[in-house]
């Protein structure tokens, strides 16, 4: 009885993690990102890589919503600066703890989500990507108006850290376990939705908008389901963000700036549209070129980094054919398990057809 019940679990597992590449890709490095504090790492290289957790998460979150759906939204550093913000007015306004204001601005970023979605769902395209555009530059505007309430350009600072009862190093060491884990989660989360029932939705929405609307799909009510979804995890990303060491436990306007929503793409596009498990890992391999290699082992001048970050950038999509990292990998992957199965059945099945050939044929 154990006997089989583990050979069906290794069927089990051959069939849905070893036989998909992304599946098996995720089970070698997983280990990997979990032993890495293990390994003595210097403290700024643990920062980078809490960061990237984090800007993974948001990553991973925009992909979602333009990779399935075909929404392009250009102001979706909004939602993790209400991330941000939210955590941080609840804390400095009402005292409470964490764990109390960071659920409370996931609920203000889905409710932003709505009421945002409504009006951005009548334009599309071009259009669509100047009206997400607008919105961060709205909610700066309203901060520094109401800088009283809400710092201005000084943000809220000296917000609650998570672990601040561990001794300095252990700190590092804690968040960046935390912001992993909930990677780990969102990316399973937002993977599962992409390749659902609703996933299959928002593809054929997303190829022919028309043709879905005819077969009786809801495509307002879809959209905004995605944009929801979308718009919560990037406010949790945001509002994580502001109380870890690596950000300084501020809120500032730094987590709206247009820059952020841009780069989001950039990460997107170098790790593979569409695939959710691609802008993850073009998030840490850009993070680490930008601000490990370039920085500290390189030196490169502030000037000329950013000139190089993106012609590397530019010679790797190339080089992919414009494919993203995640789908080149998963293609060549996929092409070594083909050449593999042809080599290990090719014989075989060629040996059963000469003898169908010769029953069905007895005289030649």
């Known amino acids: 009885m154990v006997t089989t019940y583990f050979r069906r679990f290794y069927s089990s597992f051959a069939a849905h993690v070893v036989d998909i590449p992304p599946r098996l890709l995720a089970l070698l490095l997983i280990p990997l990102l979990i032993c890495l504090p293990l390994m003595g790492l210097p403290l700024t290289i643990l920062l980078i890589l809490t960061t990237a957790n984090i800007?993974?998460?948001?990553?991973?979150?925009?992909?979602?919503?333009?990779?399935?759906?075909?929404?392009?939204?250009?102001?979706?550093?909004?939602?993790?600066?209400?991330?941000?913000?939210?955590?941080?007015?609840?804390?400095?306004h009402l005292n409470w703890p964490l764990l109390v204001t960071i659920p409370l601005s996931l609920l203000i970023g889905v409710a932003a989500a709505v009421i945002i979605g409504f009006p951005c769902l009548r334009v599309k395209g071009p259009y669509l990507a100047l009206v997400t555009l607008?919105?961060?530059?709205?909610?700066?505007?309203?901060?520094?108006?109401?800088?009283?309430?809400?710092?201005?350009?000084?943000?809220?600072?000296?917000?609650?850290?998570y672990f601040s009862f561990l001794p300095y190093r252990q700190q590092y060491i804690a968040e960046y376990y935390l912001t992993?884990?909930?990677?780990?989660?969102?990316?399973?989360?937002?993977?599962?939705?992409a390749n659902s029932k609703t996933g299959i939705v928002f593809v054929s929405i997303l190829d022919d908008e028309l043709a879905s609307k005819a077969s009786g799909i809801n495509i307002t009510k879809y959209k905004l389901m995605a944009f929801v979804i979308s718009g919560l995890f990037a406010t949790l990303a945001g509002s994580v963000n502001a109380h870890l060491i690596a950000n300084g436990h501020v809120a500032s306007l730094a987590s709206l700036r247009l820059a952020l929503s841009f780069i989001v793409i950039v990460w997107v596009i170098f790790g593979g549209v569409g695939t959710i498990y691609g802008p993850i890992a073009g998030v840490y391999i850009l993070e680490i070129l930008d601000k490990y290699v370039l920085t500290q082992r390189l030196e490169v001048p502030s000037s000329w980094r950013l000139?190089?970050?993106s012609v590397l950038v530019i010679v790797f999509l190339i080089l992919w054919r414009g494919r993203g990292l995640a789908r080149f990998v998963t293609d060549k992957l996929e092409d070594l398990e083909e050449a593999r199965d042809i080599d290990e059945r090719g014989p075989r099945?060629?040996?059963?057809?000469?003898?169908?050939?010769?029953?069905?044929?007895?005289?030649g």
């Open 134 to 161: 607008a919105f961060p530059l709205i909610l700066i505007g309203l901060i520094l108006y109401f800088r009283d309430f809400t710092g201005g350009d000084f943000g809220i600072w000296n917000l609650p850290s």
């Open 55 to 92: 800007m993974a998460i948001f990553a991973a979150s925009w992909d979602l919503l333009v990779g399935r759906t075909g929404q392009i939204s250009l102001g979706h550093a909004l939602f993790f600066g209400i991330g941000t913000y939210g955590t941080g007015l609840l804390f400095k």
């Open 180 to 193: 992993l884990l909930l990677l780990l989660v969102s990316a399973i989360i937002l993977y599962k939705i």
């Open 349 to 363: 099945i060629w040996k059963t057809y000469k003898k169908r050939e010769k029953k069905s044929n007895p005289e």
């Open 307 to 309: 000139i190089t970050y």
